[in-house]
């Protein structure tokens, strides 16, 4: 998961810590998000506990390519406004 040209990987456990901070910096909610000092206190402080980050807002749990849904054949595209735009070559 880490590019070896930034030299020997951490453990397991460090990079998992990393990680977390990482969710916990991208929370939907910026009340939710931690300050700069606060994470700089997380990377400094190995063994202080980390709280978990909370369910992100949006996930691809579904297949979105499945054309046929129960929305699909009410008519309805979307349920939250978002657009799926799918890139292709040419």
Not at 7 to 18: A, C, K
Not at 46 to 60: C, I, Q, S, V
Not at 76 to 90: E, F, P
Request: proline share 10%; hydrophobic share 40%.
């Amino acid at each position: 998961m880490m590019d070896p040209v930034l030299g020997n990987p951490p453990s397991t456990s460090v990079l998992l810590r990393q990680i977390n901070i990482g969710l916990l910096c991208v929370q939907e909610s910026p009340a939710d998000r931690p300050t700069m000092s606060d994470v700089f206190s997380m990377i400094v402080n190995e063994n202080a506990p980390l709280p978990a980050p909370k369910r992100p807002a949006f996930a691809m749990g579904r297949n979105m390519g499945d054309t046929s849904s129960s929305m699909s054949s009410a008519g309805l595209h979307s349920v939250n406004n978002l657009t799926v735009t799918m890139m292709d070559a040419r």
